[in-house]
Structure formats: structure tokens, C-alpha cells
């Protein structure tokens, strides 16, 4: 439903070009929210998840639907993403008020969210896609627009916790591979850190003390749904070891846990279904672990006819959070870490589950 071929659709923007310091502080506690459909909403759920305890209505713009919520590092604000005909939107929800801002307001001009600086006081964009694409640094308190010095075939951005560098991935088109750099925090003085002619290079994420890269490497190729790899590097590109098979298509980025000793990341499990390699709709996933010291990989979920989605860590790391679509209907779902149980937390159809720090 909020879903679609992502990586795709970005590999798509590339070629359409072609042709945090952290605080002193840590948040004192965290709220959990998710995305309802109808009518669109923002929840806010009690502190023991047991119920919804505060709605944000979100005015359904004409032509789009809700696509992503990606919540700041620090503060309460909340970049949620709008997939709409003219192509994607972001907008800021502040979460103390209600009231949203968008950053790129003109008319005509898309903006597809890339990464939040760590304070959260800024956050990177890729803007106009079919017309002048370029990436850009969003200041929200001087809502002031910085360009930043990368190619416009720039698909994935990640940034260190203490938001000392840019790590960012650009390919040529499709059947050309990919190249990941790392930069300054203003762009400059790049180098590269990895080049695969094979396979593109994707949601890298870095890891809590900003040591380790996990990232996805899906084949480049026309599947349209492939099953890729979780792979894991260290912060200059050294030492890049394959961990486990991953989906790869759909666009689930791997998730550290708070502590960094684990990963967790969505499997397919009928990697050998060629119905599933064009169609989303015949996926069928599980959420696994893998332990990072050892490589050990387990099973988290264990649905048996489901597609289940991007995995988020609750802050203290005794559970995580995901969607899932079981007979064509998305809810959230909680797994218990200590217990190994899986509930489903909502009723009414909700995607995109995220704890934000009060």
C-alpha cells in the first residue's frame, strides 16, 4: 500500500540524470508512532503501547500518498515523505505543534529525503529529479538550501553519528555498478572507499559509535526484485565482508541495534519464487539477526505467508518494530527480543513505525 519497488525508482532518478555531533544529553524518555491511512494520520501511542493516546491529522495532498516517516536524531521533528504524480515530497512535521514546513516549496521542483544530521537541526535532500537534479543541505531553523558538490547520479547519502563526514553512493545507470565515496562534511575532498561493477551499493547505515558500515548490495540488473546481500565495512571502506543473503529490491535498509552488536535486516524466503522477482505482491519475508562479532545469523520472525518490512529498534533494544502485510492489509507489529513474541499492535491498516525521543 505505501510500498513500491524503491531501490527502482532511485536507481530511475540516476538516470534520469544521466540523460551528528551527538549531544551531551540523550533524550529522558521516547514516544512510538506510526502512519494511519484512513484518515491519514500520525499516532502517538501510550508509553506501554497498550493504546493510542494522541492523533495528528495529515492533510492528504492531491495526487500523493504517504510514503516514509524518518524521524530527526535530536528534537521532535519528523521528515515524512509524500509519493505524489510529479514525484516525491518532503515535508517537516514538528511534532510539539502539529504545524509542517517544506523545505523546497517551488512549484515543480520534487525533494526525496536522504539523511538527517545527526542534531537534527538539518537534513539532505536530492531535489528535482527530472529537471536539475542536485543534492542539498536543508537548514530548518535559517530554512536556508546549501548545495552540496556530489554528482547528480548521487542515489543514497549516510552520515556518522558525530556528522564528521558524508558517505554517499552514485552509479552511472543500470548495468554499470556502483561507486561509494566518502567526503567532508562539506563534500570536499572525497575519496573513494568502494567500486562494484556488479551490483549497486545501498542503504548503508552506520553503526551507533560511527566504526562500521552495513549496507545492501542488490544486483544490477532489470529484476526488478532481486535477492541481494547484507554486507559490513569499516568507516574507511577496509575490511568489507559479506554477512547474509537480504532482500534486496523492495528497499529495507539494514538496522544496528542501539548497542551495535546486532543487525537486523529482511530476508526473503522464497528467493527462488520467479513470480516474485517482478512482482511485490508475491514476496513472502522474515525479519533476521545477525550477531556482527560472530557473522551468526537467526531467524527473529516467523511468519509463514507474509511480506514484513524495514525493522526499527526501540531505543533500549528489547524489541523492534516493523510492518507487515498479511492478506493484503499492513499493521504494525512489536517482537519481544527477551521472549521471542510477535503481536500485532494495530488495527486500523498503519505503516512506518518510529520512536522519537521527548
Known sequence: MHRSPFFHWLLLIALTACASPQTETAPASFAFYALRFTPPALLEFSPDLSAIQREI??????????WRLDPAPRGRSLAIELACASGPLVQILDLETGGTQTPIAEAGVDSHFLAWHPQGAALYLKIDTFGDPRL?????????????????????????????????????????GSETWLAEADGGNAQRLL????????????????????????????????????????????????????D?????????????TQIAFVVRENPDDTQADQSAERLVSNIYLVEVA??????????????????????DGRSIAFDARIDGTI????????????????????????????
Open 248 to 260: 534486496a529490491g523492495h528497499g529495507y535498509a539494514p538496522a544496528w541495534s542501539p548497542d551495535g
Open 57 to 66: 491529522s495529515l492533510p492528504l495532498l492531491p495526487g500523493c500518498i504517504y
Open 136 to 176: 542539498v543541505r536543508a537548514d530548518l531553523a535559517e530554512g536556508k538550501i546549501k548545495p552540496l558538490p556530489f554528482p547528480a547520479t548521487t542515489y543514497d547519502l549516510a552520515i556518522p553519528p558525530d556528522g564528521s563526514s558524508l558517505l554517499y553512493s552514485l552509479t552511472a545507470g543500470l548495468g554499470f
Open 294 to 315: 560472530s557473522g551468526q545469523v537467526a531467524a527473529a520472525t516467523r511468519f509463514s505467508g507474509a511480506l514484513v518490512e524495514a525493522p526499527v529498534w526501540s531505543p
Open 195 to 246: 567500486a562494484d561493477a556488479g551490483n549497486i551499493i545501498a542503504f548503508a547505515r552506520w553503526s551507533p559509535e560511527g566504526e562500521r558500515i552495513a549496507f545492501i548490495k542488490i544486483p544490477d540488473t532489470q529484476t526488478p526484485f532481486a535477492v541481494g546481500e547484507l554486507w559490513l565495512m569499516g568507516a574507511e571502506g577496509e575490511n568489507a565482508h559479506f554477512l547474509a543473503a537480504a
Open 331 to 358: 499493521n504494525i507489529w512489536i517482537h519481544d527480543l527477551s521472549s521471542g513474541e510477535t503481536s500485532r499492535l494495530s488495527d486500523d491498516p498503519a505503516c512506518c513505525p518510529v520512536w522519537i525521543g521527548k
